[in-house]
């Protein structure tokens, strides 16, 4: 069921009826919308009634610079796109008209829904609470894996029932439905970023946490810009190889170990996820480089969550990851120096949960993207005192030091 | 008709300035930039040698005014483009020669920047009535139904008469599949007006430049058939276009080409820009989609060289796709292998 109306629209008889049937239904059930379909992440694509055209939203666009002859090339992200004019960049979702670079997806919500932050995963970040989860269409690379192919693969006028939310709307929502945070999700937020700017400044005014899921494929500039409003993100390491970005991704990896880099920098939350795919990114000595890599440069607090694949969109000939392989992934975290690594999209597994690095004392006890029990007090292991990398309260999500901008660099908005 | 007499703009205006040439320089000039164009950077031939043919039909007439006045002047063009392609002197039989009464036709025009002529595609479906097509069996599409209005394209969603309607169209069969379709590196939902309506195709491409794959002629034309073309720009979008033309959705069905040049752009394009705008005043007509391109593309080649620009090698953006379709077997991308035939 595509949720979307019910958040943003003014609710009909039918509506009303509908969805007090379905509220009613959630009672019965308990938790019923905290979980996901298997391999599906987001809610409400798998009913879209496949692709259609619409209509187009412009908005002016943020990081881009002229040319010649009308053209101009995107700085938000590494690709770098030189885009003449009427034509796209390569995400589909912004275009040059007349020589200037415009976002067709500002406020174009195409998903819209509560989710469990676990979900994200974030789990280091305020556990148990809800985030208000949204996605325009687009993306800027392309993983023959894509969970969330239906919408980060198209163009937004080819999306059926796409919404234009303004900031100061999804804040509204935001507040009515408690949320504490707003989740840039689904697709890849980097190419809607205006958007995401705008209303996580918003919402940073209103008490409201913003976090970026990301694939980390975006300039350094930008990211800067942006991280002044997130208070957390998460980013995916598809592999540690360029040749798996490349072959599998139409992207790079450097770009986004440089990410990574300028994020701990920056000292903003993030998380690492990393989706294991067999015979593709599954060697142990690729997992024990990368989890090397992550510790020297990033540190050993950075949660590393080793997901499982399932087959999708245009990578259906290969299996499952066996549950052996993403615990195997785990175990050589735990032995490169990882303090938090967990396991992925494998249900009741014991790897789900939070142990503290210190003592090994269970301190969140997870089923899916439940939290069962959580015992963390103020920060800390209640078995031995350590201190727990994470946010663990609103205030905390806040209380960063605002990053600072690129030395010399041009700090304007265009 | 008949004149063969060519016209160039200056590049700073789209008619001013006009220079006329002789058909002897015509002929000599075309003659010598198609020959002189690499022949070995459209692919290789095999074995026995196969041969194409591409006519191109010219009429200074086209210069003046606005390309529609020149209704009469455009099937004229075309139906000797035909009679050629066809080695017949009756227009009737040519166009009967590619096209049956029961096909389904789609006739896939380029409204993105520089617009294929509305008249050139009344030429093409007048044409295709003489050879007993029923108009109902003729679908005229392009992406979206605003760039079709905005190209000056009536649209027509009813069934009566032949249709006109962008694949964003509420209509019957508009939108895309919902499955992705995989051929050699790309993997795209496809228009379903060229995956489930139509058996026979003909592309009407505009004769252009376009900033990253060189040109953007027949075969890039069908880059408007699928869900996500913004994909597949890298490397001189090659050799995504091959891929998407070698589908079976496009190059079994493909009968013609018909590269619209009364109003033409050698450089800045695909985007429409008045600097670079040349009134070539002719058709390029061809069944070997291929062969087509590799003349269009070799005249555009001509024109910037004759305007004093780089060639496209030069500036990073040779149109590799098309030695690619060649080297696949999709058609005949050597120069030396084509006949051209100028009327």
């Not at chain 2, 209704?71 to 004229?76: A, C, H, S």
Request: with cysteine; aromatic share 8%; glycine share 8%.
């Amino acid at each position: 069921m595509d949720c979307r109306h019910n958040f943003f629209n003014e609710p009909t008889r039918r509506d009303i009826l509908r969805w007090g049937m379905v509220c009613g239904a959630a009672g019965a059930l308990g938790s019923l919308r905290l979980a996901p379909a298997a391999g599906q992440d987001v809610a409400g694509t798998g009913t879209l009634p496949g692709p259609h055209l619409n209509g187009i939203n412009r908005h002016d666009a943020m990081h881009w610079e002229p040319t010649s002859d009308q053209r101009l090339r995107c700085t938000l992200c590494p690709r770098e796109c030189e885009v003449a004019d009427v034509e796209r960049g390569y995400c589909g979702v912004r275009e040059n008209r007349d020589g200037k670079y415009q976002t067709l997806v500002y406020g174009a919500l195409c998903s819209a829904n509560l989710d469990p932050i676990e979900k994200k995963p974030l789990f280091h970040y305020l556990p148990g609470t809800a985030a208000f989860s949204i996605a325009t269409a687009g993306c800027n690379i392309e993983c023959k894996f894509c969970q969330n192919w239906q919408i980060s693969q198209f163009r937004p006028e080819q999306l059926e029932n796409s919404t234009i939310v303004t900031p100061e709307r999804l804040i509204e929502v935001c507040k009515a439905r408690r949320a504490q945070t707003i989740a840039y999700t689904y697709s890849e937020p980097v190419v809607f970023y205006e958007y995401m700017h705008d209303t996580a400044a918003l919402a940073r005014g209103a008490g409201i946490g913003s976090v970026m899921i990301s694939n980390g494929y975006i300039q350094e500039k930008p990211l800067r810009q942006l991280c002044r409003q997130l208070t957390g993100v998460k980013i995916d390491l598809k592999a540690f190889t360029e040749k798996f970005y490349r072959d599998t991704c139409a992207g790079e990896l450097k770009p986004v170990l440089a990410t990574l880099e300028t994020l701990k920098g920056i000292g903003i939350w993030f998380e690492l996820v990393i989706l294991i795919i067999p015979t593709l990114n599954d060697s142990a000595d690729e997992i024990k480089q990368m989890c090397r890599w992550v510790v020297r440069q990033l540190g050993p607090n950075v949660p590393m969550h080793f997901t499982r694949f399932h087959p999708t969109y245009r990578m259906m000939n290969l299996p499952r990851t066996p549950v052996s392989t993403i615990e195997r992934a785990r175990e050589i975290a735990l032995e490169e120096g990882v303090h938090y690594a967990y396991v992925g999209n494998v249900r009741m597994h014991p790897g789900e949960n939070t142990y503290c690095h210190q003592c090994r004392h269970e301190l969140i006890s997870r089923i899916g993207f439940n939290v069962r029990a959580n015992v963390i007090a103020d920060g800390k292991c209640p078995n031995c005192g350590a201190e727990i990398p994470g946010i663990w309260s609103q205030q905390a999500a806040f209380a960063r030091p605002v990053a600072p901008s690129v030395t010399g660099a041009d700090t304007s908005d265009r | 008709m008949g004149s063969t007499c060519a016209t160039y703009a200056r590049p700073d205006g789209e008619s001013s300035g006009l220079r006329k040439l002789t058909r002897r320089e015509f002929i000599s000039r075309t003659g010598a930039a198609l020959a002189a164009y690499p022949a070995v950077a459209f692919g290789q031939s095999h074995g026995a040698e196969p041969s194409a043919r591409v006519v191109v039909a010219r009429d200074d007439a086209l210069t003046k005014g606005v390309v529609s006045e020149h209704r009469g002047v455009l099937r004229g063009l075309l139906d000797a483009g035909m009679q050629r392609l066809a080695a017949t002197s009756d227009p009737r039989t040519a166009w009967r020669k590619f096209f049956q009464p029961t096909n389904r036709i789609g006739i896939k025009v380029n409204t993105l920047g520089l617009s294929t002529q509305p008249a050139v595609v009344d030429a093409i479906v007048a044409g295709l009535r003489s050879a007993d097509v029923r108009a109902e069996n003729i679908i005229i599409w392009d992406r979206f139904d605003v760039e079709l209005l905005n190209a000056g394209f009536r649209l027509n969603k009813s069934t009566g008469g032949s249709r006109c309607f962008g694949t964003d169209a509420d209509a019957i069969g508009s939108g895309y599949q919902r499955e992705i379709e995989s051929s050699g590196q790309i993997g795209s939902c496809f228009s379903r007006i060229v995956a489930e309506q139509v058996d026979t195709l003909i592309c009407v491409p505009v004769l252009k430049d376009h900033n990253l794959a060189g040109v953007s002629l027949g075969m890039k034309n069908f880059f408007g058939a699928i869900h996500n073309p913004n994909k597949y720009h890298a490397s001189n979008c090659d050799p995504f276009v091959a891929d998407v033309v070698s589908h079976r959705f496009i190059a079994p069905k493909w009968r013609l080409t018909v590269c619209d040049g009364t109003r033409a752009q050698y450089h800045a394009g695909p985007g429409r820009h008045p600097g670079f705008a040349w009134h070539f005043c002719g058709l390029i007509v061809g069944s070997d989609f291929v062969a087509t391109d590799a003349v269009a593309a070799a005249l555009l080649e001509s024109k910037r060289a004759e305007a004093g620009l780089r060639s496209l090698a030069e500036e990073g953006r040779p149109p590799r796709h098309i030695a690619t379709a060649g080297a696949r077997g999709l058609g005949i991308a050597r120069m030396d292998r084509i006949e051209v035939i100028e009327v």
